[in-house]
Every structure is written in structure tokens, then in C-alpha cells.
């Protein structure tokens, strides 16, 4: 397998985000594009998109996404939505978005005292996966 990259996501990379995030958990947070498209633009404007949003890229390819929020003033860093291409799952993309999202909840604030994954599923591959 090719090495994976994760990077902040580039404004090209928005249709290709959006079709990573539709391979998540059915019915459990179903956005339209429109509404995906609104908090990609908020999150661009904010900055987040830059500094907290993560992509990780095999060869050309966006195989997984994370997009992560941040309390400061708590000291909290999470992983509010954590999504993998199935067919890429179980070949390390999950683990090394998060461990690159904790280095960047890190790198922002030294005094991180909480650090999360928000698990919206009952699925146990995703509770064993947290875990």
C-alpha cells in the first residue's frame, strides 16, 4: 500500500470530502451536500477548515476525513466526525487520522487536557475501533 497523507483539506477537495463523508454510518447523521457545503464554508471562513479539518490521501485519492472541534477556553479537543471508505477501512487510515488530529489539538493549545471521539453508532467495529 502507497503511504498515507493527511493534510487539511484543500477547496478542491470539497465534492470528494463530501462523497467520503456519505460512506459513513447510514442514517445516523445524514447532511445534504448543501448543508455539508455550509459547514465547509463556515469552517473556511473561521479558519477551522485549515486548521483542524484532516484528509488523508492514498496516491490521489481521499480515502478518509476527520473533522475536529476544538473548546480552547476547556482545554477539549474532538473528533466530532471520523469516516473511512469502507473498503479502506482496517488498514491503519482510521488510527493515523487520529493520531495526526491529536498532534494538532496539541500543537494548538500545550494545555489539551481533554481529548475525544464523538461516537454516533451502536456498531460495534466503531465502539471496538474507539476503544
Do not use: Q
Not at 445524514?30 to 479558519?47: A, C, V, Y
Not at 469502507?86 to 481533554?114: D, M, Y
Amino acid at each position: 500500500m502507497e503511504d498515507i497523507i493527511v493534510r487539511p483539506p484543500k477547496e478542491k477537495d470539497k465534492i470528494d470530502c463530501y462523497k467520503v463523508y456519505e460512506t459513513g454510518f447510514p442514517d445516523v447523521d445524514k447532511l445534504t451536500f448543501d448543508g455539508f457545503s455550509r459547514w465547509w464554508n463556515r469552517s473556511k471562513i473561521s479558519g477551522e477548515l485549515e486548521r483542524l479539518w484532516r484528509v488523508a490521501v492514498v496516491g490521489d485519492e481521499i480515502v478518509g476525513m476527520a473533522i475536529n472541534l476544538m473548546l480552547r477556553s476547556l482545554g477539549w479537543g474532538a473528533i466530532w466526525e471520523l469516516v473511512v471508505v469502507p473498503e479502506w477501512r482496517n488498514k491503519g487510515i482510521g488510527r493515523e487520522l487520529v493520531a495526526k488530529s491529536e498532534e494538532t489539538f496539541v500543537s494548538l493549545n500545550r494545555a489539551l487536557t481533554h481529548f475525544a471521539i464523538a461516537l454516533k453508532t451502536h456498531s460495534m467495529d466503531a465502539i471496538s475501533f474507539v476503544e
